[in-house]
T-cell receptor, first 116, second 112 residues
Framework: GAVVSQHPSRVICKSGTSVKIECRSL??????MFWYRQFPKQSLMLMAT?????????EQGVEKDKFLINHASLTLSTLTVTSAHPEDSSFYIC????????????FGPGTRLTVT | QQQVKQSPQSLIVQKGGISIINCAYE??????FPWYQQFPGKGPALLIA?????SEKKEGRFTISFNKSAKQFSLHIMDSQPGDSATYFC???????????FGTGTRLQVTL
């Protein structure tokens, strides 16, 4: 089956620094990737949709300059949280839709970000 | 119009019982309704999904019932097992390849 990985699985950073999270489709080409944020005991909230080679589409209320998304290849999308603050601490999950696989969204295992 | 309402928030079921989780949507343009299972600290995994052209879909112990006129759909877990203890999310989207709108989640606990 199609596999999506995320790196790192956990990251702790200091307030004011930036952190990059990678999302990779391991065995298929991902034409579209989605980034979600999930706070403890809450649902997944879509942050943005990215298509390979084009700018990401952000959901209302998500700061484009704070959450930088790059989908530079068909197997890699990155989310960079810039000038992180404690309120950015959350579980970040990516998903991917690709070619040559069924049309469902394949989710990554998530990245736990803690900002101290 | 983009909301998906899910109930109950939590559910305790005895082993072997039936777990039932309900969802309701408002946007009649939604055309794809998946259910996801999520364990703590993990990403969600697709359990089963349905399109509006059928009223029921069954895969193993999992069944989706879909009522298009009422704009409601539900997940039934038959013969619930302790290993089913997880959080379940319903979702909806315009197409299978579109962004998903998630329900609020249901924490299921299956007791021995």
């Amino acid at each position: 089956g199609a596999v999506v990985s995320q790196h790192p699985s956990r990251v702790i950073c200091k307030s004011g620094t930036s952190v990059k999270i990678e999302c990779r489709s391991l065995d298929f080409q991902a034409t579209t990737m989605f980034w979600y944020r999930q706070f403890p005991k809450q649902s997944l909230m879509l942050m943005a949709t990215s298509n390979e080679g084009s700018k990401a589409t952000y959901e209302q209320g998500v700061e484009k300059d704070k959450f930088l998304i790059n989908h530079a290849s068909l197997t890699l999308s990155t989310l960079t949280v810039t000038s992180a603050h404690p309120e950015d601490s959350s579980f970040y999950i990516c998903s991917a839709i690709g070619t040559g696989v069924s049309y469902e969204q394949y989710f990554g295992p998530g990245t736990r970000l803690t900002v101290t | 119009q983009q909301q998906v309402k899910q109930s109950p928030q939590s559910l305790i079921v005895q082993k072997g019982g039936i777990s039932i989780i309900n969802c309701a949507y408002e946007n009649t343009a939604f055309d794809y309704f998946p259910w996801y299972q999520q364990f703590p600290g993990k990403g969600p995994a697709l359990l089963i999904a349905i399109r509006p052209d059928v009223s029921e879909k069954k895969e193993g112990r999992f069944t989706i019932s879909f009522n298009k006129s009422a704009k409601q759909f539900s997940l039934h877990i038959m013969d619930s097992q302790p290993g089913d203890s997880a959080t379940y999310f319903c979702a909806a989207s315009l197409t299978p390849a579109s962004k998903l709108t998630f329900g609020t989640g249901t924490r299921l606990q299956v007791t021995l």
